[in-house]
């Protein structure tokens, strides 16, 4: 595959979130509102790259016994480096995501890029594939996080968009609303693959 | 064997990196991230517990020594003064209580007479809607007029003794810090 290829394939092909369905908790749990979806798929995008990058450079130094243990340290200094970064200058977006910035480092997704692209392929091709799916899941999450923003509190990236008589469902910001919309979306993707084929 | 010290070599050196890249990025950020806890956390709680001063309560903090933690490395307390045509009003500090679910942050207005100004909860973990309620107004505007000899005379929270009891606990905390550093604070926050 060429490099335009190792990029695409993260947008469709391999959509981390809705035709892999992996990396669902930060997917689901974060996408309240179009910006946190946005912000939480840059973070992890920051991340994936980078340690793509250094998987990438390290992969025929790392002894293949201890290379899940190094690759977790890896991603989790970079988690750490991203967690800190935010804290220092983007503080409203740490608060709102909390919990899940840490939990970048159990992110499936970015194991799961570095065991089965990374530690196999070159740096180019290892930063194009950690753009291409970094961008595909910012995507899904900033979609996810739109859709859910607009029906359930009327609004987008925080501006009303209704008329004022609109009753926000208030039920798609609740846990089971991102299952549902999750649901939606999924269904939705899976006609229009179907149709293509 | 060969192998083992292979592991055991690679691994370490590449957590030796890490190590370092994470000691360097927490050094370069430590400020930028205390700015942006006081602006965001503590900014809005001394305002609410603040008022009637013309000054800037937030340039002109300023930090006293607190004791030590129990690793035994000093502590220190900001305190934010609110003065009028540069006569002090009321000083703000903060305390911290265990609650039901982790520390609860509050902070305290107090007065030079030692009354006490209002207080103001700037973080707590507790269960939203039970716990939660001792932020509400009803509850924390009875501490206003009380004073540091006795801080915390008023009516708890029903359903939720543990979080008035971690409030209870910051206010004597912040309480006991005024009275034990009144004149040195006091000085300090005049200037």
């Known amino acids: 595959m060429g490099l335009a290829q190792e990029f695409t394939k993260g947008l469709w092909k391999e959509l981390p979130p809705f035709r892999l369905v992996l990396g669902l908790c930060p997917t689901l749990a974060?996408?309240?509102?179009?910006?946190?979806?946005?912000?939480?798929?840059?973070?992890t995008t920051f991340v994936l790259v980078c340690s793509n990058v250094l998987v990438s450079l390290l992969r025929k130094v790392i002894p293949g016994k201890v290379r899940?243990?190094?690759?977790?340290?890896?991603?989790?200094?970079?988690?750490?480096?991203?967690?800190?970064?935010?804290?220092?200058?983007?503080?409203?977006?740490?608060?709102?995501?909390?919990?899940?910035?840490?939990?970048?480092?159990?992110?499936?997704?970015?194991?799961?890029?570095?065991?089965a692209f990374a530690s196999k392929n070159g740096v180019m091709p290892s930063i194009m594939d950690g753009l291409g799916i970094g961008l595909g899941f910012t995507i899904s999450l900033g979609f996810l996080g739109a859709f859910r923003e607009i029906l359930g509190g009327g609004t987008i990236f925080g501006h009303h968009i209704f008329w004022s008589g609109f009753e926000p469902m208030a039920f798609i910001l609740k846990p089971p609303g991102a299952f549902v919309c999750l649901g939606l979306i999924l269904g939705l993707m899976n006609i229009i693959s179907s149709r293509k084929a | 064997m060969k192998d083992i010290i292979k592991m055991v070599v690679v691994l370490g050196l590449i957590c030796l990196v890490a190590g370092l890249a994470l000691a360097g990025v927490r050094q370069v950020t430590l400020e930028p991230i205390e700015y942006q806890r006081i602006k965001n956390v503590m900014e809005p709680s001394v305002k609410a517990v603040l008022s009637g001063y013309d000054n800037d309560p937030i340039k002109d903090?300023?930090?006293?020594?607190?004791?030590?933690?129990?690793?035994?490395?000093?502590?220190?307390?900001?305190?934010?003064?609110?003065?009028?045509?540069?006569?002090?009003?009321?000083?703000?500090?903060?305390?911290?209580?265990?609650?039901?679910?982790?520390?609860?942050?509050?902070?305290v207005g107090i007065m030079p007479d030692g009354k006490m100004t209002g207080i103001s909860i700037m973080s707590h973990s507790d269960t939203?809607?039970?716990?939660?309620?001792?932020?509400?107004?009803?509850?924390?505007?009875?501490?206003?007029?009380?004073?540091?000899?006795?801080?915390?005379?008023?009516?708890?929270?029903?359903?939720?003794?543990?979080?008035?009891?971690?409030?209870?606990?910051?206010?004597?905390?912040?309480?006991?810090?005024?009275?034990?550093?009144?004149?040195?604070?006091?000085?300090?926050?005049?200037?």
């Not at chain 1, 480096?81 to 159990?106: D, K």
């Not at chain 2, 009803?138 to 000899?149: A, C, P, R, S, Y």
Request: glycine share 12%.
């Open chain 1, 30 to 43: 974060v996408t309240t509102a179009a910006e946190n979806g946005i912000g939480m798929g840059l973070a």
């Open chain 2, 128 to 191: 939203p809607g039970i716990g939660s309620r001792v932020a509400e107004p009803v509850f924390t505007d009875q501490f206003k007029k009380k004073t540091v000899d006795d801080p915390t005379s008023v009516d708890g929270v029903s359903g939720a003794s543990y979080s008035t009891k971690g409030v209870f606990a910051a206010v004597q905390a912040a309480a006991k810090f005024y009275k034990s550093n009144q004149k040195e604070l006091l000085a300090k926050a005049g200037q």
């Open chain 2, 61 to 107: 903090r300023f930090s006293m020594p607190a004791g030590k933690d129990k690793k035994g490395r000093d502590v220190s307390k900001t305190v934010f003064p609110a003065k009028k045509g540069g006569k002090l009003m009321a000083v703000a500090l903060d305390g911290s209580g265990k609650g039901f679910n982790g520390a609860i942050g509050v902070m």
């Open chain 1, 68 to 115: 899940i243990a190094a690759f977790i340290v890896i991603i989790a200094s970079f988690v750490v480096i991203v967690e800190l970064l935010m804290q220092a200058y983007f503080y409203s977006l740490y608060q709102v995501l909390g919990i899940f910035i840490p939990l970048i480092v159990v992110n499936c997704i970015i194991l799961g890029r570095a065991e």
